[in-house]
């Protein structure tokens, strides 16, 4: 069949088609995604990117092809997922921006779009990567416009294309020493080569392949992975709707915060993705400048391949442990709800301690927490299975927080592996000394109702002692009565907090003036530890720095401290116990 006229209704078919095929080799390409990280989910982002995007479009039957160019790069910049899913989608939308208007294209016209379209790709990118679907595209492209000096065949032009595709392809993995040290071929560039196969079957036949009416097998599977060693520990992503931006300048003013950085626009929509350890930053940069209409973090550490293991530890984010020592520990930490005007964030990830000050301070918003629901906890628990034979989850109190029942639904629905949750009956460093010790329970061998039974044994010996700043906070969150939390800080009264046997908020004294709470620190904790034992201790604090640096020296110069863990206070408790807080917890070592 000799094409020489593109109309709009074989280029939806063909594009229809081709995201058909590339879906349904969704697991092949999962099986060889090395590259940026060995993830095993380069066929599910560019599978999810397509069959969203085309979702979206594929209705439109009446439509120019550069109209329908342009409602298809408006739902891929919606739609794009991943690397390689953003790459694919950057390319497309460059590739609409030259089509303009027409209603028709010859070959010519279709093979040079593609080639300004990939130039134009490799400008928009921050650090484009040679061995990566880019170069296969490019090699396509390139092919594409020599073949099309030579030929008006739209047909003759895609297949000597593609078997230039399919040459690049296989020398990819002299290009990247990842690809070559795995023995495979790059995922996305494979991506791109079954596209356009599917593609010309289209335009060779008239066929039109559409999946999308049946359960779309694989999408959410994953294949053993490499473990990830790179630097940024969260893939970030994000839509944003902004007047007056400009691509460039937002790649500008986001490069400085991490790697993989792509930034793609259709109009007034921009859709980002970066790879960094500061997705709050990322989130609050474009939150200045639009309004955010989709956003989405991953765990770049917490998705690649661990050894595997007897018990995997999960907890919640209440657990105030630094992110880098929860890794460390193989600890996986679900994150709390922090809810600021209705708008919900991810305790730790997506908003900083430092927005949550200047809420505070600002006083307008409303503020709230709330629990992880029992699907966070199941997406944990379906990457923690994937490396552990069991899985034991330690939570907040249950009497502070509905995650424990939420923790235990989830564990109830989750039938892949044994699960346990123990209620910490603690917060804060509580919980975090907990699941450092059954960390250390599950290096020594011991088995998951062993390490749980020494959990619930330990959780009533931790010793807590804890104050704040003012008790403004404490009553907005409900934990004081407004009358006596305006009495107290009337009086200047310094309450010193600690929890009961049940985990809930007590008062255990209190002293007039801020200069006097050290020294009853000093005086509780000597009454009420043995000098002659050896304690874990923790010591957390909320813009309170300069308070906890002599309770640190006390701790190591009074008691036989195997450890003296300091941290942050998480958003998510800071928010309700606000400035100046601060505490100490003690778990003594067998």
Same mark, same amino acid.
């Given at each position: 069949?000799?094409?020489?006229?593109?109309?709009?209704?074989?280029?939806?078919?063909?594009i229809?088609?081709?995201?058909?095929r590339?879906?349904k080799?969704?697991?092949?390409?999962?099986?060889?995604?090395v590259?940026?990280?060995?993830?095993?989910?380069?066929g599910?982002?560019?599978?999810?990117?397509?069959?969203?995007?085309?979702?979206?479009?594929?209705?439109y039957?009446r439509?120019?092809?550069?109209?329908?160019?342009?409602?298809?790069?408006?739902?891929?910049?919606?739609?794009?997922?991943?690397?390689?899913?953003v790459?694919?989608?950057?390319?497309?939308?460059?590739?609409?921006?030259?089509?303009?208007?027409?209603?028709?294209?010859s070959?010519?016209?279709?093979?040079r779009a593609?080639?300004?379209a990939?130039d134009?790709?490799y400008?928009?990118?921050?650090?484009?990567?040679?061995?990566?679907?880019?170069?296969?595209?490019?090699e396509?492209?390139?092919?594409?416009?020599?073949?099309?000096e030579?030929?008006?065949?739209?047909?003759?032009?895609?297949?000597?294309?593609?078997?230039?595709?399919?040459?690049?392809?296989?020398?990819?993995p002299?290009?990247?020493?990842?690809?070559?040290?795995?023995?495979?071929?790059?995922?996305g560039?494979?991506?791109?080569?079954?596209?356009?196969?599917?593609?010309?079957?289209?335009?060779?036949?008239?066929i039109?392949?559409?999946?999308?009416?049946?359960?779309?097998?694989a999408?959410?599977?994953r294949?053993?992975?490499?473990?990830?060693?790179?630097?940024?520990?969260?893939?970030t992503?994000?839509?944003?709707?902004?007047?007056?931006l400009?691509?460039?300048?937002?790649?500008?003013?986001?490069?400085?915060?991490?790697?993989?950085?792509?930034?793609?626009?259709?109009?007034?929509?921009?859709h980002?993705?970066i790879h960094?350890?500061?997705?709050?930053?990322v989130?609050?940069?474009?939150?200045?400048?639009?309004?955010?209409?989709?956003?989405?973090?991953?765990?770049?550490?917490?998705?690649?391949?661990?050894?595997?293991?007897?018990?995997?530890i999960?907890?919640?984010?209440?657990?105030?442990?630094?992110p880098e020592?929860?890794?460390?520990?193989?600890?996986?930490?679900?994150?709390?709800?922090v809810?600021?005007?209705?708008?919900?964030?991810?305790?730790g990830?997506?908003?900083?301690?430092?927005?949550?000050?200047?809420?505070?301070?600002?006083?307008?918003?409303?503020?709230?927490?709330?629990?992880?629901?029992?699907n966070?906890?199941?997406?944990?628990?379906?990457?923690?299975?994937?490396?552990a034979?069991?899985?034991?989850?330690?939570?907040?109190?249950?009497?502070?927080?509905g995650?424990?029942?939420?923790?235990q639904?989830?564990a109830?629905?989750?039938?892949?592996?044994?699960?346990?949750?123990?209620?910490?009956?603690?917060?804060?460093?509580g919980?975090?000394l907990?699941?450092l010790?059954?960390?250390?329970?599950?290096?020594?061998g011991?088995?998951?109702?062993e390490?749980?039974?020494?959990?619930?044994?330990?959780?009533?010996k931790?010793?807590?002692?804890?104050?704040?700043?003012?008790f403004?906070?404490?009553?907005?969150? !409900? %934990?004081?009565? #407004?009358?006596? +939390?305006?009495?107290?800080?009337?009086?200047? @009264?310094?309450?010193?907090l600690? $929890?009961? *046997?049940e !985990? %809930?908020?007590? #008062?255990?004294? +209190?002293?007039?003036?801020?200069?006097?709470? @050290?020294?009853?620190?000093?005086? $509780?904790? *000597?009454?009420?530890?043995?000098?002659?034992?050896?304690?874990?201790?923790?010591?957390?604090?909320?813009e309170?720095?300069?308070?906890?640096?002599?309770?640190?020296?006390?701790?190591?110069?009074?008691?036989?401290?195997?450890?003296?863990l300091?941290?942050?206070?998480?958003?998510?408790?800071?928010?309700?116990?606000?400035?100046g807080?601060?505490?100490?917890?003690?778990?003594?070592?067998?």
């Amino acid at each position: 069949m000799v094409l020489k006229l593109l109309d709009s209704e074989k280029f939806r078919n063909a594009i229809l088609t081709g995201a058909s095929r590339l879906i349904k080799n969704v697991k092949k390409l999962n099986s060889i995604n090395v590259f940026p990280v060995p993830d095993g989910d380069t066929g599910t982002n560019l599978a999810l990117t397509l069959k969203e995007a085309t979702r979206r479009i594929k209705d439109y039957t009446r439509l120019g092809i550069g109209a329908f160019a342009r409602r298809l790069a408006d739902a891929l910049v919606l739609e794009a997922k991943g690397n390689s899913g953003v790459i694919f989608s950057q390319f497309l939308l460059e590739f609409a921006d030259r089509i303009g208007d027409k209603a028709r294209m010859s070959s010519i016209e279709f093979a040079r779009a593609m080639r300004e379209a990939i130039d134009a790709t490799y400008n928009a990118l921050e650090d484009p990567r040679e061995g990566t679907i880019l170069t296969v595209i490019r090699e396509v492209a390139l092919e594409a416009e020599r073949a099309a000096e030579e030929t008006d065949d739209l047909v003759e032009v895609l297949e000597r294309s593609l078997r230039k595709g399919k040459e690049a392809l296989e020398k990819t993995p002299e290009l990247l020493p990842e690809l070559k040290a795995a023995g495979v071929v790059d995922a996305g560039g494979l991506g791109f080569i079954l596209f356009i196969e599917g593609m010309l079957d289209s335009l060779k036949s008239g066929i039109l392949e559409l999946p999308y009416d049946e359960e779309v097998e694989a999408l959410s599977e994953r294949v053993e992975e490499a473990e990830y060693r790179g630097e940024h520990r969260y893939c970030t992503e994000a839509v944003v709707e902004a007047e007056g931006l400009e691509s460039r300048k937002l790649r500008k003013i986001l490069a400085a915060l991490g790697g993989s950085l792509i930034v793609i626009g259709a109009g007034k929509l921009f859709h980002v993705h970066i790879h960094t350890n500061w997705p709050h930053k990322v989130f609050e940069i474009l939150r200045e400048r639009g309004r955010v209409l989709k956003e989405k973090v991953d765990d770049l550490f917490a998705m690649s391949k661990l050894e595997e293991a007897e018990v995997g530890i999960v907890t919640d984010s209440t657990c105030d442990l630094p992110p880098e020592l929860a890794r460390e520990r193989r600890i996986t930490v679900v994150p709390i709800k922090v809810v600021i005007d209705g708008r919900s964030y991810d305790d730790g990830v997506d908003i900083s301690r430092d927005r949550i000050s200047r809420v505070l301070r600002e006083g307008r918003a409303e503020l709230t927490t709330s629990q992880p629901g029992p699907n966070d906890f199941m997406v944990a628990f379906e990457e923690v299975s994937r490396w552990a034979r069991s899985i034991l989850v330690i939570t907040i109190s249950g009497a502070l927080s509905g995650t424990f029942r939420s923790a235990q639904i989830a564990a109830k629905a989750f039938d892949r592996v044994p699960i346990r949750v123990v209620d910490s009956r603690s917060a804060s460093l509580g919980i975090g000394l907990l699941a450092l010790r059954a960390a250390e329970l599950a290096d020594r061998g011991l088995r998951l109702e062993e390490i749980a039974d020494e959990l619930e044994a330990l959780r009533n010996k931790i010793f807590f002692l804890f104050t704040v700043g003012d008790f403004r906070n404490l009553v907005r969150s !409900g %934990r004081v009565s #407004k009358v006596q +939390g305006r009495l107290a800080d009337f009086l200047g @009264l310094k309450p010193i907090l600690t $929890l009961d *046997s049940e !985990g %809930r908020i007590r #008062k255990k004294t +209190g002293v007039f003036g801020e200069s006097r709470v @050290l020294s009853k620190f000093r005086k $509780l904790l *000597s009454e009420n530890l043995d000098k002659a034992a050896t304690y874990d201790f923790a010591v957390v604090h909320f813009e309170a720095a300069g308070k906890i640096d002599p309770l640190q020296e006390f701790l190591e110069e009074a008691f036989n401290a195997r450890m003296v863990l300091r941290a942050d206070l998480t958003p998510a408790l800071s928010l309700h116990v606000g400035p100046g807080s601060w505490g100490v917890f003690a778990l003594p070592v067998d």
